[in-house]
T-cell receptor, first 112, second 115 residues
Framework: DTEVTQTPKHLVMGMTNKKSLKCEQH?????MYWYKQKAKKPPELMFV???????INESVPSRFSPECPNSSLLNLHLHALQPEDSALYLC???????????FGSGTRLTVV | AQSVTQLDSHVSVSEGTPVLLRCNYS??????LFWYVQHPNKGLQLLLK??????LVKGINGFEAEFKKSETSFHLTKPSAHMSDAAEYFC?????????????FGQGTELSVKP
């Protein structure tokens, strides 16, 4: 299995909702990442997990809460989002920090 | 600090003609460089990577890139464009010794392919 699987593919949520994005990989990769991508822009790093521990938080607002339950799974919990948080959320993994990434196909999030 | 500059925000070619997407990098160390492609509403797919082995790197779908240290460049080429090559292309540098292995993205080049 050489893929990173993200669910759901599309999500529409209200500003008072709580939802979660899920990311899964079975390549034995020990680093996992969340990126946010707005239209016509490169992805922006949000969080880095290395060996299931949070190693980088790029000053992301607390309404985004990451979780790494095990080495194959990465979640992003969403609460009280704003319309400007609407974007494509990409998950990625790599063998370790400093190696090339494998990206998932993303979750298209719309906040209404 | 690492940085990447993609010299063209948009490139338009005709089907069957060569493709050249330009990328310059700045790195304090021997860099690892990548090209990723993103089709509309899709994730990023790795085209090719340079990690200090051969300077001419071959990737998927007929793409290749040449690492030129003297010019700090890593341009992406393809001899003959296909309609399916129309997409956004990102040149990326990674510094494993700093910033936690963070990917540094260029601003992207949108490739259009005319019939």
């Amino acid at each position: 299995d050489t893929e990173v699987t993200q669910t759901p593919k599309h999500l529409v949520m209200g500003m008072t909702n709580k939802k979660s994005l899920k990311c899964e990989q079975h390549m034995g990769h020990r680093a996992m990442y969340w990126y946010k991508q707005k239209a016509k822009k490169p992805p922006e790093l949000m969080f880095v997990y290395s060996y299931e521990k949070l190693s980088i938080n790029e000053s992301v607002p607390s309404r985004f809460s990451p979780e790494c339950p095990n080495s194959s799974l990465l979640n992003l919990h969403l609460h009280a989002l704003q319309p400007e948080d609407s974007a494509l959320y990409l998950c990625a993994s790599s063998r370790d920090l400093g190696y090339g990434y494998t990206f998932g196909s993303g979750t298209r999030l719309t906040v209404v | 600090a690492q940085s990447v500059t993609q010299l063209d925000s948009h490139v338009s070619v005709s089907e069957g003609t060569p493709v050249l997407l330009r990328c310059n990098y700045s790195s304090s160390y021997s860099p690892s460089l990548f090209w990723y492609v993103q089709h509309p509403n899709k994730g990023l797919q790795l085209l090719l990577k340079y990690t200090s082995a051969a300077t001419l790197v071959k990737g998927i779908n007929g793409f290749e890139a040449e690492f030129k240290k003297s010019e700090t460049s890593f341009h992406l080429t393809k001899p003959s464009a296909h309609m399916s090559d129309a997409a956004e292309y990102f040149c990326v540098v990674i510094d494993p010794y700093n910033q936690g292995g963070k990917l540094i993205f260029g601003q992207g080049t949108e490739l259009s392919v005319k019939p």
